[in-house]
């Protein structure tokens, strides 16, 4: 068969549901060939767009995302959605067209050297030099792409090999299982547990890759030691536990932090050094780490454990609950304190009527109305943080967020693939004006695909967040500012509903209406940033923690 044949041959081997991309004409042997596979293939208005919903889907899923793109301007556009997903360990591969390499009919137009391009961007990408080599490139790049850490992986198929006949048979997909940490390492972080007085857990991104809730909550209900986690570690386990102490949305000086600096040890599960740090390590403090992770720590200046334990994470877990006793010394007064702090700040303005709305009163109505299985995909903004802290999620993966390349335009396109992975559940993309006008045009994209997805467009216009960073530093207000279209026409000119929120009392309400009634449904939501300020730097600056 031709090897463009072949090549979707074994995308199905893998499991290939969808290919999300935008096809060249490099691309169309393979394009054919997908029309003939049971691989559904999603058209999209950018290949960002389509590598942001491939890296989704698989965060998501926890199997490889995959997106198309053809030679030259189609790779190059991968190139935010290729970090996206290494940084945020998300398993996806990327597929490009390329011109004949065999022999040359346009000379160097529109060629660009894209496997190199790829290198520093990707766990591993090759061209395609012959059509026998499919096999066993298309296994190796899937079983790298879901190795710890997860991440991007590149193959570029030229245009004269795709026609190429061959006959190399597919491999076998085979799991690797990793085992759990060694016996000394367990009995090591248990004894260091066990004679620590205020020990916390942290949970960080590479928990919610992998399902380790059911162990986590194991060990929670033995040793009742609360947690917090990063912002990418939101839902591993139910906020609303009452062990619960927040979210480190920032990397100091939050409430949270109070609970830190006076813990004297922190089993960290799942830590990500790519993500914001939720606290720092400073040589000489009294504080001991536990690295308890898949893979061995990245040694930073503000992150170096005291002891590992690597290995698979519920394995390790599972191990660790059986020897651990919980403590009669251990104390945790002062966390019970903070967790009643951090509560009533997310309680405070949670109702607060002001007209544009404040973020803690978006916050707390999105919450109302979401259901628990729920997913709210966020682009990048001021409003991240905000939801970081106060949004109380129920179940993993259903805050999406991006805390790693933390890149703006991907909220409505992870949306997508969220409704496209999970039909039956209600799906909320949450952007700030300028992230959404970045791939606004996917909202057509979601029109066609017969979606029933609500869109929350939070209208300052300006780039908010540094705005909130330029004030803080006492700068002056310079070249931040800009215009909107219409939003509401701008959702009808694409087929879809557009609303606009004229008072805060009415959004719950709307939101509500919209979350139930099919379509497309975008709501324009003017915000008021002045809490930023007044709580992010000012009152933060002025806390005290009762140490």
């Not at 940084?87 to 660009?112: A, C, D, V």
């Not at 799906?427 to 029933?452: H, K, P, W, Y």
């Not at 530093?473 to 959702?491: I, K, S």
Request: charged fraction near 20%.
């Amino acid at each position: 068969m031709k090897a463009a044949e072949q090549f979707v041959n074994a995308l199905e081997n893998e499991g290939v549901e969808y290919i999300f991309g935008i096809p060249g004409e490099e691309n169309l042997a393979l394009l054919e060939a997908i029309r003939k596979s049971k691989i559904k293939l999603i058209l999209t208005r950018h290949e960002q767009a389509a590598g942001f919903m491939a890296a989704t889907y698989g965060r998501l899923t926890g199997k490889t995302g995959v997106c198309l793109a053809t030679l030259g301007p189609g790779a190059t556009n991968l190139v935010t959605a290729a970090a996206y997903a290494n940084l945020g360990g998300m398993p996806m591969l990327m597929i490009t067209g390329q011109k004949p390499i065999l022999k040359s009919k346009q000379g160097r137009f529109q060629i660009i050297n894209v496997v190199e391009m790829m290198q520093p961007l990707t766990k591993f990408t090759r061209q395609v030099l012959n059509g026998n080599l499919i096999p066993s490139l298309i296994r190796e790049a899937f079983r790298l792409s879901l190795a710890e850490r997860p991440g991007a992986v590149h193959l570029e198929l030229p245009e004269d090999i795709a026609a190429e006949l061959c006959e190399s048979p597919l491999f076998p997909v085979t799991e690797v299982s990793l085992p759990e940490g060694s016996a000394e390492s367990i009995e090591a972080a248990v004894r260091l547990l066990e004679q620590a007085k205020r020990p916390l857990i942290l949970i960080g991104a590479g928990g919610n890759r992998k399902a380790i809730s059911a162990a986590l909550r194991q060990w929670v209900d033995k040793t009742n030691i609360p947690f917090f986690n990063t912002q990418m570690g939101k839902g591993v386990l139910d906020e609303h536990d009452q062990r619960f102490l927040g979210t480190a949305a920032l990397s100091d000086h939050d409430y949270i932090h109070c609970a830190i600096n006076r813990s004297d040890l922190i089993l960290n599960i799942g830590h990500d050094v790519i993500e914001k740090p939720p606290f720092f390590m400073h040589p000489g403090e009294n504080r001991k780490v536990i690295h308890l992770n898949f893979l061995a720590a990245t040694i930073d200046e503000v992150y170096f454990p005291d002891l590992e334990v690597v290995g698979n994470i519920s394995a390790s877990l599972n191990k660790m609950t059986q020897k651990i006793k919980p403590q009669a010394h251990w104390d945790f007064s002062y966390f019970k304190t903070i967790k009643q702090e951090v509560d009533q700040q997310i309680q405070e303005k949670a109702n607060d009527p002001r007209f544009p709305m404040i973020p803690q009163r978006l916050v707390s109505d999105v919450r109302k109305r979401l259901p628990k299985d729920g997913i709210a995909a966020l682009d990048n903004g001021m409003y991240k943080i905000w939801f970081a802290r106060n949004f109380m999620a129920f179940n993993s993966k259903t805050l999406l967020l991006d805390n790693a390349l933390a890149s703006m335009g991907a909220g409505l396109p992870s949306a997508i693939a969220a409704k496209i992975v999970y039909p039956d559940r209600k799906v909320l993309a949450i952007c700030g004006d300028g992230g959404f006008m970045m791939n606004s045009q996917e909202l057509e994209t979601a029109v066609r695909l017969g979606l029933d997805l609500v869109i929350i467009i939070i209208c300052d216009k300006a780039y908010g967040m540094i705005k909130w960073k330029q004030e803080s530093m006492g700068l002056a207000d310079y070249g931040l500012d800009y215009q909107n279209p219409d939003f509401v026409l701008y959702a009808k000119a694409y087929g879809a509903q557009g609303h606009r929120v004229e008072n805060t009392e009415s959004f719950a309400g709307l939101l509500k209406k919209c979350l139930d009634s099919p379509g497309v449904h975008l709501i324009e939501l003017p915000i008021d940033y002045s809490e930023n300020i007044k709580v992010l730097t000012e009152e933060l600056a002025a806390k005290t923690c009762l140490l």
